[in-house]
């Protein structure tokens, strides 16, 4: 007896889900201020330190952090790396279409260091310690990508 062939029936099936995460205090209010061209941080009650964005609990002394604060808008390029390649669609590497900087910036007054995305300057000429300032997009929505980015002060 011949064995029967057996056909599988593999659907494709698009799977997109939509994913509601809850933030926490800290990044819900640092995105708020974002949506006002605010940066926010949280600063320590007990040492004083102030980190950006902000934390719930103190990476000094263990306290926590439920005060507020706006910080400059300004501060100091504290590291940076020059990038050639990009991540597409979550997937592969490829060439970018010019080289750009991602860095490190201490803003004035803050303790802790942002990473954020560094323009308007080639990157030939940038600097550790260079003075750097925000640059918002046009239209602010409470989102990551409201403060686009840092240039040279
Ligand atoms: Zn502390």
Known sequence: MEAEKLEFFNPKVPL???YNNRVGI???RYLRGLGERKILGSKCPQCGKVAVPPRTVCGKCSATMGEFVEVSQEGTLENFTVG??????????????SPYVVGLVRLDGVDSLLLARISGVDPSD???GMRVKAVWRDEVQGDYADLDHFQPA
């Not at 050639?84 to 279409?97: I, P, S």
């Open 16 to 18: 997109d889900f939509q």
């Open 26 to 28: 800290g990044i819900e």
């Open 84 to 97: 050639h390649v990009q991540l597409v669609k979550g997937q592969r590497l490829e060439k970018a279409e």
């Open 126 to 128: 940038l600097k550790v």
